[in-house]
Nanobody, 119 residues
């Protein structure tokens, strides 16, 4: 199962976008989540994560410009991207781990959404 990601598109340098991914399962809650991106010809890189210790971490390349958050009621995670630069052009992926009361863990990936920063 791949998550449906939304919010990508074409934006001018300095602009903003907000990406979102919704995880399924009404009995599950978000345990951890992360956002990755993969630029053309490059490896996929981790840019932001909320880990199992409740800490949020960002790659140096996006620190101060990007922010992650979640809506627990909707099992949805977000990536707010501000001050976008051409170097941010990439396909962005979410990764969400959900857990129920058993506990049963499930790991989901988003299908990827294209972000293009260009004038």
């Amino acid at each position: 199962v791949q998550l449906q990601a939304s919010g990508g598109g074409l934006v001018q340098p300095g602009g903003s976008l907000r990406l979102s991914c919704a995880a399924p399962g009404s009995r599950f809650r978000i345990a951890t989540f992360a956002w990755y991106r993969q630029a053309s010809g490059k490896q996929r890189e981790l840019i932001a994560q909320f880990n199992n210790r409740g800490r949020t971490q960002y790659a140096d390349s996006v620190k101060g410009r990007f922010a992650i958050s979640r809506d627990n009621n909707k099992n949805t995670v977000f990536l707010q991207m501000n001050s976008l630069e051409p170097e941010d052009t990439a396909v962005y992926y979410c990764n969400v781990v959900v857990v129920d009361s058993t506990p049963e863990f499930r790991n989901y990936w988003g299908q990827g959404t294209q972000v293009t920063v260009s004038s």
